[in-house]
């Protein structure tokens, strides 16, 4: 939390030292590239920032209400998508007008730009943005267009967390029996049945988990869902040995 105090002091201080040059010496490149990068550094560290304080209020007070329609898929925002996409565009653009004083800022720009492209493609021709999750009776799915799989409450560890990832609230869940894990996989080949097993043994490799879950991915405050997940494993288990918050 500290760190991302220190990161967001810093944005806002190049801002202001940002805006005040171009008050000074009027319209530059340079100027107005830096400006923007550290202007969008400073939201999202507000941002996030935001989001951790309102997590941690919400993990200590008695609030556990979450709207939770069974049997329904919940798409990945579209919102944050396209927040993603602005920003990245936004830095491609910062990164351009540095251009002319460093040709690896002129690359990096025009990298950017390509990701920024490449990523509507996708997103239009419906190959990115196509995550799930969907809460069931017995557990909870998690999938996109090529495939899905499926942890039930009883197979979810006490071991589960509620943590941060990249500075983001984020749900750690560990499976009890990864085999179980393996074999709820469903897809539309074996490429893609290979593609889900990777990413769940990729998980646990970098992350300690098998599955991680970011409600304000899907548009659900991360806390409140982590109760709600604590509710139902409660309730379907046949002793004590429930995660911790």
Known sequence: MIKNYIALTIS????IV???ILSKNGFDKVGVGSTLFFLTCSGIGLYSIYIQSKNRKLLNSYQTEIQIEL???IPVSQVKFYTGTIILLIVALSCY???EKNFLMYLISIFLFFLVLVL???KQANILGTDYIRFEKNGITRGNKNGS???DWKNISPNSILGEFNSNPAIFIQAINYDRLLNSIEATNSSDKKKIQKKLEQAMVWNGCN???LGESFGLNTTLLWKYIIERIVSNSDDNSIPQF
Do not use: A, R, S
């Open 12 to 15: 806002i201080c190049f801002t």
């Open 18 to 20: 940002g805006i005040f």
């Open 71 to 73: 049997g329904k898929k």
């Open 97 to 99: 007008l540095f251009k």
């Open 120 to 122: 509507l493609i996708g």
């Open 149 to 151: 799989y499926f942890i």
């Open 211 to 213: 599955v991680i879950i």
